[in-house]
């Protein structure tokens, strides 16, 4: 009877601790991270560790080598909790002066800021190497670092060529890419990888016909500008989607390929349509403070001009796109 009483004891204290444990496992699960884990590929879709559906929003930071101070804790903080972002993307400039072939250690400092307070602060976290043409060995050194510093951590994309410009033959990515890959997926098998294409992201048609294999939690980029791409650039993502290839928005925008000129609000909400019909990803362009339509803050880069706050942006510091993309993030 003692031994009978001893174990019903000992399996209600092991309920009581497991209650215990659920409510915490609750309380976790209200975040966005927490929820949604560990991200893979299933057919076209990007998925959560639940193998549900995940369409994540966000935003893109400027060149890192012009606009660090933006590549603070605060920032990032502020995207998640007042604009609401699910992602953001951390542009890390590899060819200007000043950027990674020139000062690796500022891109370095600059990325550890952003990733690091993207996990403190919940959110999902695009490592972006911000390059126009092949640098392999030093794509293979930086995302050898980066995966060695950050592998099975779950917040964390891999964007591997952010636009190949403009004739580079889709062989040639490929190449390059597939080196990157295996580089990666030798430290960290399993978070996304993101894959760019000719034309600075808009061949997807071509690629969908040659994609690359015998690698999973891959995705491609597609990259547009609503004043210069219209539904030709739409067609493409279409019949690239019907091939079975996954699409990720890392970089869009409501005005022109240059970032200037006016915003087409007709296009952008075509664009913003077709993305939410088919239920992909997206990032835009971008955070920064340049006398330009695309940068999000209002600018500070004329002689005379007031610094404007790197965080804890007011409306008014705000520029139409700034607070276009803010409002459309917390819808």
């Not at 539904?231 to 022109?256: T, W």
Request: hydrophobic share 40%; glycine share 6%.
């Amino acid at each position: 009877m003692r031994k009978t009483l001893l174990l019903t004891a000992c399996i209600l204290c092991l309920v009581a601790c497991n209650k215990g444990n659920t409510t915490n496992e609750t309380q976790t699960d209200t975040t966005l991270v927490g929820r949604h884990g560990q991200l893979s590929v299933r057919g076209t879709a990007l998925v959560d560790q639940n193998g549900d559906t995940l369409v994540l929003k966000g935003v893109s930071l400027g060149w890192h080598c012009w606009w660090d101070k933006y590549y603070n804790a605060d920032a990032v903080a502020t995207f998640k909790s007042d604009w609401k972002a699910e992602v953001v993307r951390a542009a890390i400039g590899v060819e200007p002066e000043g950027a990674y072939l020139t000062d690796s250690t500022l891109a370095m400092t600059c990325l550890t800021n952003v990733v690091n307070a993207a996990i403190a602060n919940d959110s999902y976290v695009i490592v972006d190497w911000h390059a126009h043409y092949i640098h392999l060995d030093a794509a293979k050194k930086f995302f050898t670092d980066v995966a060695t510093q950050y592998k099975g951590v779950p917040n964390v994309i891999y964007e591997i060529f952010n636009e190949p410009w403009g004739d580079m033959p889709w062989e040639a990515v490929k190449a390059y890419s597939i080196e990157v890959i295996q580089t990666i997926r030798a430290i960290d098998p399993d978070n996304i990888i993101l894959v760019g294409n000719p034309h600075w992201d808009q061949d997807v048609h071509v690629v969908a016909d040659d994609p690359i294999t015998g690698f999973n939690n891959l995705m491609y980029t597609l990259h547009f500008y609503a004043g210069t791409h219209h539904q030709e650039l739409r067609d493409r993502g279409d019949y690239a989607l019907s091939k079975g290839l996954p699409i990720f928005v890392s970089e869009c925008a409501g005005m022109e390929a240059t970032g200037d000129g006016p915003i087409d609000y007709p296009e952008w909400q075509a664009w913003t349509q077709w993305m939410a019909d088919h239920r992909l990803s997206w990032a835009a362009w971008s955070i920064s403070s340049k006398t330009e339509t695309c940068s999000m803050i209002v600018a500070d880069d004329q002689p005379g001009s007031i610094p404007s706050p790197v965080s804890n942006w007011k409306e008014s510091d705000l520029t139409e796109w700034g607070n276009i993309i803010r409002n459309t993030l917390r819808q």
